[in-house]
C-alpha cells in the first residue's frame, strides 16, 4: 500500500513537472516592446536574429534562444518553452494556415524585410538576367500562380513588380555558369520556403519552384546546394554555388557585401505566439 502511494506521488509529481516545463512563462507579446524580460526564439543569423541584437546592444533583457532551424523554434514555441517566435511573415504564415487553434500572429512590422536572390559583387551579367528572368515570370503570372500554391494568394507577390512588356534576355551573358548549370545555395528546413518532402527525399517549397521557374527562362538546369543559414553567405564568398534563393532578406548590411536582386517577394518581421 505504501509502495503504491509513493509510486502515486511520484506519478503526480512527474506530471505537475511535465505541465509546468510545457506551459513555460506567460508573458504577453504584442510588440518588440514586450521582448524585455522574454524568452523569444529566432533563426540564428536571420534579419529577426539581426534585429534582436539591435534590440539588446540598445540595452533592453532579451532571453533569446536561437535555433540553426526555424523549425526548431516554433518546436519551443509549441511546447510553451518561449513566449514567442520572431520571424518572417512567409513563415509564419504557413504555421498559422497549419494549425490557427494553436498560433496567432500578434505584431507585424511597418517596414518590409523584402527578400531578393543574393549573388557575389561584380556577377553583373547574371544578375542582369536574373532580374529579367523574375520580370518574366511576373509577366507570364507564373509568380502569382507560385504564391497562391505555396502562400494561399498571390498577396505576397501583388504590387511586388510592374511589369507590363515580356523582357528580352541575351542570354549569351550566361557564359559566366559552369556546364550551363546555376547553381543555387539554399538552407532547406525553412518551411513554406524551402524545406523537404515527408520522406526527407525531394526539395520542395516557394522558393525551390522558383528556382527551377528561373532556369526554365533562362533554359539552364538547376542545382540545389543544401548549407546550414549561418554559412550560407561563406559558401557564396567561395564561391560553392552561384547564387543564394534561400528567403535572403535585402538589408543594407547585406546590401554593402553582396549584389541583391530588386525584391521578389514581399515580407515582413511578425511575432508569433500561442494562442
Request: proline letters at 3%; a negative charge.
Amino acid at each position: 500500500m505504501k509502495i503504491k502511494k509513493v509510486c502515486a506521488s511520484f506519478l503526480i509529481g512527474a506530471m505537475m513537472l511535465s505541465l509546468a516545463a510545457c506551459s513555460g512563462s506567460t508573458k504577453k507579446i504584442e510588440s518588440p516592446a514586450d521582448f524585455e524580460g522574454a524568452k523569444i526564439s529566432v533563426q540564428t543569423a536571420t534579419s529577426a536574429h539581426e534585429s534582436i541584437q539591435d534590440m539588446q546592444d540598445e540595452g533592453m533583457n532579451i532571453n533569446v534562444l536561437p535555433y540553426e532551424k526555424v523549425t526548431q523554434c516554433f518546436d519551443d514555441l509549441a511546447l510553451g518553452r518561449v513566449d514567442a517566435v520572431y520571424v518572417d511573415s512567409v513563415v509564419a504564415g504557413y504555421y498559422l494556415a497549419e494549425d490557427d487553434t494553436k498560433y496567432q500572429k500578434t505584431w507585424t512590422s511597418e517596414t518590409g524585410e523584402p527578400i531578393g536572390v543574393c549573388l557575389k559583387k561584380g556577377n553583373d551579367d547574371l544578375k542582369e538576367l536574373i532580374e529579367g528572368a523574375i520580370d518574366t515570370l511576373y509577366y507570364d503570372s507564373t509568380m502569382a500562380q507560385l504564391s497562391e500554391k505555396h502562400f494561399g494568394s498571390a498577396a505576397d507577390v501583388d504590387g511586388v513588380r510592374n511589369v507590363t512588356e515580356k523582357p528580352v534576355l541575351d542570354l549569351s551573358k550566361l557564359k559566366t555558369l559552369k556546364d550551363g548549370t546555376l547553381t543555387v545555395g539554399v538552407e532547406v528546413g525553412y518551411p513554406p520556403m524551402e524545406y523537404t518532402d515527408d520522406a526527407g527525399l525531394e526539395y520542395q517549397g516557394f522558393d525551390i519552384d522558383f528556382a527551377k521557374a528561373l532556369g526554365e527562362v533562362l533554359g539552364v538546369d538547376v542545382e540545389f546546394v543544401n548549407t546550414a543559414w549561418d554559412g550560407i553567405f561563406a559558401g557564396l564568398d567561395k564561391e560553392q554555388y552561384d547564387v543564394i534563393i534561400s528567403s535572403v532578406s535585402i538589408t543594407p548590411e547585406r546590401q554593402a557585401a553582396y549584389d541583391l536582386t530588386e525584391p521578389y517577394v514581399s515580407n515582413q518581421l511578425v511575432i508569433v505566439t500561442l494562442k
